[in-house]
């Protein structure tokens, strides 16, 4: 595990070649915050599972983030040849056809610590696919960034489709759960698992939704920037803010924990690259 801190903040993450029973093939683990405490020593972060200190790696915990190696809507998979494809931070995966894939041969990484920041880099290689792949996760003043950069240093353009999925603990369940509102998104009306409240934001409407929880996409897309607010026992009020287009913004709920997806989705032709952050504020 590695450690960074300040003097609001305590951040932990994984090592990439130190927890692979904790990592599977969904998330980065390169910059993956496995947990945040405050000053009081409090975890800031929940999990689906939380607090089993050894959830299932599809699950995890914390403020993972993940490359998706398909398309969230029409599960085309991406950056595939035939059953197997390179998957960014991953590695090179292969899929039977129900989109769990196996991993064939994790991508090396390169750790550069510091006490108040950790950079992480990585290259990819395979067929005609390859890319440069740098993430860099560094303290501020009650809170924290998570930067990428990547460039397609390959012959065939890439496809890019990144999100974060940062789990946040739920507030009382009386009191919905949860409050997020989120800059050009709404919740449709249609949603099964989710309401709006009379302040506007949006919350659970089942106050039980077991282990295998809610997912609901907000009514938006292409939003210029990613602007986020939510609720926190701890924090009261908890901003994401990021200087990428949002494409769309899932919200997953459980009995455990809420996590707002803002994803960023391009392709990236041979030779261009694309820098990005995500910055979380009010923590500590």
């Known amino acids: 595990m590695i450690h960074l801190q300040n003097q609001t903040l305590h951040l932990y993450l994984l090592h990439p070649e130190d927890a692979p029973a904790q990592l599977g093939v969904r998330y980065c683990p390169g910059g993956y915050v496995w947990q945040a405490e405050n000053a009081a020593e409090e975890p800031l972060f929940s999990g689906p599972r939380f607090p089993d200190p050894d959830p299932p790696p599809f699950h995890g915990q914390g403020a993972p983030e993940a490359f998706r190696w398909f398309d969230l809507r029409s599960k085309k998979r991406l950056n595939f040849h035939g059953n197997r494809g390179l998957a960014p931070g991953i590695g090179l995966v292969e899929d039977t056809g129900d989109?769990?894939?196996?991993?064939?041969?994790?991508?090396?990484?390169?750790?550069?610590?510091?006490?108040?920041?950790?950079?992480?880099?990585?290259?990819?290689?395979?067929?005609?696919?390859?890319?440069?792949?740098?993430?860099?996760?560094?303290?501020?003043?009650?809170?924290?960034t998570s930067q990428t950069r990547i460039e397609n240093t390959g012959s065939v353009p890439m496809d890019l489709h990144w999100f974060p999925h940062p789990f946040f603990p739920l507030v009382s369940l009386d009191a919905g759960g949860m409050d997020l509102r989120a800059e050009g998104f709404s919740l449709p009306p249609e949603s099964k698992g989710f309401e709006t409240d009379p302040g506007g934001?949006?919350?659970?409407?089942?106050?039980?939704?077991?282990?295998?929880?809610?997912?609901?996409?907000?009514?938006?897309?292409?939003?210029p920037t990613c602007?986020?607010?939510?609720?926190?026992?701890?924090?009261?009020?908890?901003?994401?803010?990021?200087?990428?287009?949002?494409?769309?913004?899932?919200?997953w709920a459980n009995q455990n924990t809420f996590s707002p997806e803002p994803h960023l989705e391009q392709t990236l032709s041979p030779g261009e690259s694309m820098a990005w952050g995500l910055t979380y504020r009010g923590l500590g």
């Open 227 to 251: 602007g986020i607010t939510l609720s926190h026992p701890a924090c009261g009020r908890v901003s994401l803010s990021g200087d990428f287009q949002v494409a769309r913004l899932p919200v």
């Open 201 to 223: 934001g949006i919350q659970m409407k089942n106050r039980d939704h077991g282990l295998g929880g809610s997912f609901q996409i907000l009514a938006g897309e292409d939003h």
């Open 99 to 144: 989109l769990s894939p196996s991993l064939l041969e994790a991508c090396a990484w390169q750790v550069d610590p510091s006490p108040t920041a950790c950079t992480f880099h990585t290259q990819q290689h395979w067929t005609d696919w390859a890319w440069t792949l740098t993430r860099r996760v560094s303290l501020e003043e009650a809170g924290f």
